[in-house]
């Protein structure tokens, strides 16, 4: 079929949205609620175009038919397209200075695109509500809020966990929780995905950042920083660097600028999560389950577990995630070994998500008599004490991580992308279970950005099932089909081994990543956590020689008595 | 608690208004209770949030305890027109109550609505299933006097 759009002549072979016909010819469509990786809805009325013989539609969800004459920026489109956002203004607190989106704001962006400099409309209901500050994590502001319902797409349809909708009609409408008893009384799992999509200032993690300049600005306190493997190729597209570059080396220099007093990785924690939960499968394996084993490192999939699945807690693993294990070696191992009271030592983490401020705070994380972490900031509240300090990111030197907890192998590094911590846990799985050594490292059939994905090991006769699952939608499914299969057949299990990551695309796409998280741009970060792999020397967890010290001079062996009380967690049965 | 009422309709989604009428038809209070929509979340497999969505979204529902007679007003154009404002005002004042507000002893609501479907007989308002046209804040006056007459308490009160 033949459109023309803009006085350009376009030959299509399907009828695609206009939004995704302009594209083609070099037009982005200005646009609102409309969000790529969600299914186009149509309520801002941001994106119109005027078409010949029909007047002004939606681009978002108007498919192109032959012979279409389209306008993108008819003198008809720009007055309706200024009014939808100047009407939105009218209803907005537009204090955009002391906003947390100031600058990165997509309402913001459009008002100066369309050239807004005065509001037309009046403030007719404008009033104040409530911030909803019940949630160890996120903040929402209803102010704020412009009903794109990009938010609660995200958390129904890609999560399934439908914590948030809309609520009320007109003026009164807002985004909030059953029974409006607040985000932290909900069953929101705190993954932050709301955030990745907001386009507005309406969510936002709870702002960390101040306990952390005050622990760095206390002689007393003792400062240690470690950072997921997701961050160190989330930052570069912040910095004017290629999106998805690793930076780890910059990294560690600009926590030093900062002034952290150890810097170390939760790489190395991932390691030791590797080592733990790969005895742990290990031992089922020998005792015959139960089955599937699930990993346990993503604090949001856990919540969803302890609400919706809280009957499979004997299949999700008993290790705690790699922030919590580093968190309880810090304020031991660590401190044991330089001497340091572990009351003196503030334990701050650097994480691409939110749930692990909600992790953080569960009160039975502290096995070592203190909290394991003190402090979560997100990978965007890191990148707020950079620029707050004028910290010029892209020209740093680049320098290494201390050594004591800051070494890592290849397989650690890939714990920030979905599958992962899979592929890590069967390179440490197979070699300590055979004895032998693996011919092939790479696990390519775990790999990828699809749902759902799953095969099968040789591990020295036994076929070990093993499946991964990104994006709690896809984990439900994944589960429904467990359950479903062991209804069936007596019990017995499709899987071996699940590896469950809240967010769509693992911890790269995690809540608390720099905006712009699109299901490329992580794809991108997680393309360079492979990379790093590739190119490192040790790439399997037990021939890490930090963790091997860790176990000699401290834990004894893995799973060993020590190792389960510092390492380990248990969990809870959830209602809302 | 609700079964008797949820075992009713099948478990479908296009029974959730009916069921949720019917709920809050039965409570005292004229509104569906969290313990309600947990049910009938349950029973229909609707997630709780969905099915408080729609319980908010029309004004004939409820999540709050209201009063024994619920006085609805029109406050769509025409009857706005006709002075649905003052009539808002003095139901406001007689009642000491503010809209969505009800009266400490449990026997007013005052809610404002939108078309009741009588324009013809604009200001109108309706208190529970009675409706009542071409008001003025006079006959509003008399209209509440009389149900004022009602002296059996609001608590209890079951239909």
């Known amino acids: 079929m033949k459109v023309t759009i803009d006085n350009q002549t376009l030959e299509l072979d399907k009828p695609i949205p206009i939004l995704e016909a302009a594209k083609k010819v070099g037009i982005k469509i200005p646009t609102l609620c409309y969000y790529e990786d969600l299914p186009p809805i149509g309520s801002c009325g941001v994106c119109v175009v005027e078409i010949e013989g029909l007047g002004v539609k939606r681009a978002c969800v108007t498919p192109v038919y032959d012979g279409m004459k389209i306008d993108t920026h008819s003198q008809e489109v720009i007055k309706h397209r200024k009014m939808a956002v100047e009407l939105l203004l009218s209803d907005h607190p537009i204090d955009c200075l002391t906003c947390e989106r100031s600058g990165r704001c997509d309402l913001q962006g459009l008002a100066d695109n369309l050239g807004i400099n005065d509001l037309r409309y009046p403030r007719l209901k404008y009033k104040e509500k409530p911030i909803d500050e019940t949630s160890p994590s996120l903040y929402r502001d209803p102010n704020k809020c412009i009903r794109c319902k990009r938010c609660v797409q995200m958390c129904d349809n890609i999560q399934s966990v439908e914590a948030i909708n809309v609520m009320g009609r007109g003026y009164e409408t807002t985004v909030t929780v059953a029974y409006d008893h607040g985000m932290g009384n909900s069953p929101c799992v705190n993954c932050g995905q709301c955030i990745s999509v907001c386009p507005v200032g309406a969510i936002y993690e709870k702002r960390d950042i101040d306990h952390v300049w005050e622990a760095i600005n206390n002689p007393d306190k003792f400062v240690v920083v470690q950072e997921a493997p997701a961050i160190r190729v989330s930052l570069a597209e912040e910095f004017g660097l290629v999106p998805g570059d690793d930076v780890t080396g910059k990294m560690y220099t600009a926590l030093r600028m900062l002034g952290f007093d150890a810097i170390f990785d939760t790489n190395f924690a991932a390691d030791l999560t590797i080592m733990e939960e790969g005895t742990e499968f290990l031992k089922r394996v020998k005792e015959g389950g139960p089955f599937p084993l699930i990993t346990s490192c993503s604090p949001g999939w856990i919540k969803f577990m302890e609400t919706f699945y809280p009957d499979m807690k004997n299949n999700v693993s008993s290790c705690k995630s790699p922030q919590q294990m580093f968190g309880a070696m810090v304020k031991t191992f660590f401190a044991r070994k330089n001497n340091i009271d572990p009351r003196r030592i503030i334990s701050v983490s650097i994480m691409p998500c939110t749930a692990k401020k909600f992790e953080a705070a569960r009160p039975e994380m502290d096995a070592s008599g203190y909290r394991d972490v003190d402090y979560v900031i997100t990978t965007r509240e890191f990148i707020r004490m950079i620029n707050e300090v004028g910290i010029d990111f892209a020209n740093l030197a680049e320098t290494s991580a201390d050594t004591l907890m800051g070494t890592y192998t290849g397989a650690a590094a890939i714990f920030g992308a979905t599958g992962g911590v899979m592929e890590a846990a069967l390179r440490t799985a197979y070699e300590v279970h055979t004895g032998k050594t693996l011919p092939k490292l790479d696990f390519e059939e775990v790999r990828g950005m699809d749902g759902v994905r799953e095969t099968t090991v040789d591990v020295n006769g036994l076929p070990v099932h093993v499946a991964v699952a990104h994006g709690l939608e896809n984990a439900r499914t994944l589960l429904e089909k467990v359950k479903e299969y062991k209804e069936k057949n007596d019990g017995q299990s499709p899987y071996h081994f699940i590896e469950v990551m809240t967010c769509p695309g693992g911890c790269v796409g995690g809540g608390g990543q720099p905006y712009g998280s699109t299901m490329k741009r992580r794809e991108e970060r997680a393309r360079s956590l492979y990379t790093i792999d590739g190119k490192l020397k040790l790439r399997k967890s037990h021939e890490n020689p930090a963790i091997k010290k860790s176990y000699e001079e401290f834990l004894g062996e893995p799973n060993s008595k020590l190792a389960h009380k510092l390492l380990h967690t248990h969990y809870v049965r959830r209602k809302y | ?159």
């Open chain 2, 1 to 159: 608690m609700y079964e008797r009422i949820l075992r009713k309709y099948e478990p479908t989604a296009d029974n959730l208004l009916f069921i949720l009428h019917e709920i809050q038809d039965n409570e005292p209070k004229q509104y569906i209770p969290e313990q309600g929509i947990r049910e009938v979340s349950d029973y229909l497999d609707l997630s709780p949030s969905q099915v408080y969505s729609v319980i908010t979204f029309y004004s004939l529902y409820s999540v709050s305890p209201r009063g024994k007679y619920i006085v609805r007003v029109c406050d769509s154009p025409p009857c706005h027109l006709m002075g649905s404002v003052s009539i808002i005002d003095e139901l406001s004042e007689i009642l000491g109550i503010k809209e969505g507000e009800t009266t400490e002893n449990g026997m007013f609501s005052l809610e404002v609505v939108s078309c009741l479907g009588v324009c013809g007989v604009a200001p109108a308002m309706m208190i529970n299933k009675e409706l009542f046209g071409n008001l003025t804040p006079e006959k509003v006056r008399n209209i509440i006097d009389k149900y004022r007459q009602d002296k059996q308490p609001a608590s209890q009160v079951a239909e």
